[in-house]
């Protein structure tokens, strides 16, 4: 269990282990993704393979990719400046919509060299059996790094981390279709190889697509979630001497969140009471959840008189 010294006022790791985690599990994929690049692409050229090249080519995107998530992870630690007053958060999201990109990229091109074959069946030849064996060597490699990878992701929150370990995840799924098509390649259906292939970059444009997607939203200011939004108010309404709320609104920065929200105060207190309990709820709204900031603005109210139901929007 993570003790209290590892974790931010957030209740997270705190950054210098959140970003050592990161580092540690990209630099463990990139050396996987290295050894299994120079091995699927050299044996599938001689094996005569097309779904291994394709996967070879996959694990090479990896490789890029990793080196994204490494480039957004540093950046991202960075403290506010003169430039960016709430910090540098959003280098993850832009990180992630790269990650997308990318994959959209590599799926087209493969799905595009698949097709190519696929419409000159004569020329296919059946595959070499090293091939066979390479490609379920890949299969395990991606398997355990994708477990590793979402162990580390989970355990610092990292939404980026994640989407790197479930494009990890990706790679397993693409190395099984990869090593049936060379199985069935082997038993006499050379068909299957390249229609394997022409799965891989199905799978991986979809993916690609779904990253891109999400990080794109998230850029564009995008409210976290009804449970996260729930647990927010929650917290609001339990504050001493906040009698209602209203307007509250998130945006995402990264894995963290900004938000704003009007806070109904008795009328006959003072400034410096209303001030206080604004104090208080923005100070327990940055404790229990993954907020960077809550900005308060207080709204006097005269409890003699009907007052707004709480929570209201």
């Known amino acids: 269990m993570q003790s209290m010294d590892d974790q931010d006022e957030h209740g997270d790791i705190d950054t210098p282990s959140r970003q050592e985690a990161a580092k540690r599990s990209t630099l463990v994929s990139v050396t996987v993704n290295i050894g299994l690049t120079i091995t699927q692409v050299s044996v599938g050229i001689l094996a005569g393979s097309a779904g291994l090249i394709a996967d070879g080519i996959h694990s090479l995107s990896d490789l890029v990719a990793d080196f994204v998530v490494l480039f957004a992870n540093h950046h991202s630690q960075k403290a506010p400046d003169d430039d960016h007053h709430y910090g540098h958060q959003r280098y993850e ?4 919509l790269t990650l997308g990109i990318l994959l959209l990229a590599v799926g087209v091109g493969m799905l595009w060299g698949a097709f190519m074959k696929v419409q000159q069946p004569d020329a296919i030849q059946p595959v070499k059996s ?4 390479v490609a379920l060597g890949a299969l395990a490699a991606k398997e355990t790094l994708f477990r590793y990878m979402l162990n580390i992701a989970q355990k610092v929150r990292s939404s980026m981390l994640i989407a790197n370990a479930w494009h990890a995840r990706s790679d397993a799924a693409a190395s099984l279709v990869v090593a049936i098509g060379i199985g069935g390649s082997l038993l006499g259906y050379p068909m299957l190889d390249p229609l394997a292939a ?3 970059g199905f799978m991986v444009t979809r993916m ?3 990253f891109a997607w999400d990080a794109l939203h998230d850029l ?3 409210a976290v979630d009804e449970k996260t939004m729930q647990a927010i108010r929650q917290t609001l309404t339990e504050t001493p001497g906040v009698l209602g709320w209203h307007e509250l609104k998130t945006r995402k920065a990264g894995d963290l969140i900004l938000a704003d929200v009007h806070l109904e105060i008795d009328a006959d207190m003072t400034v410096e009471q209303g001030h206080d309990i604004a104090l208080e709820a923005r100070r327990r709204v940055m404790e229990q959840h993954a907020v960077l900031n809550l900005m308060t603005h207080v709204d006097p109210i005269r409890i003699s008189s009907p007052t707004r139901q709480q929570g209201a929007s």
């Open 93 to 96: 999201n832009a990180a992630s």
């Open 130 to 133: 090293i091939a066979i064996w």
């Open 208 to 210: 690609g697509w779904g």
């Open 220 to 222: 564009m200011d995008r």
């Open 198 to 200: 022409m799965i891989v």
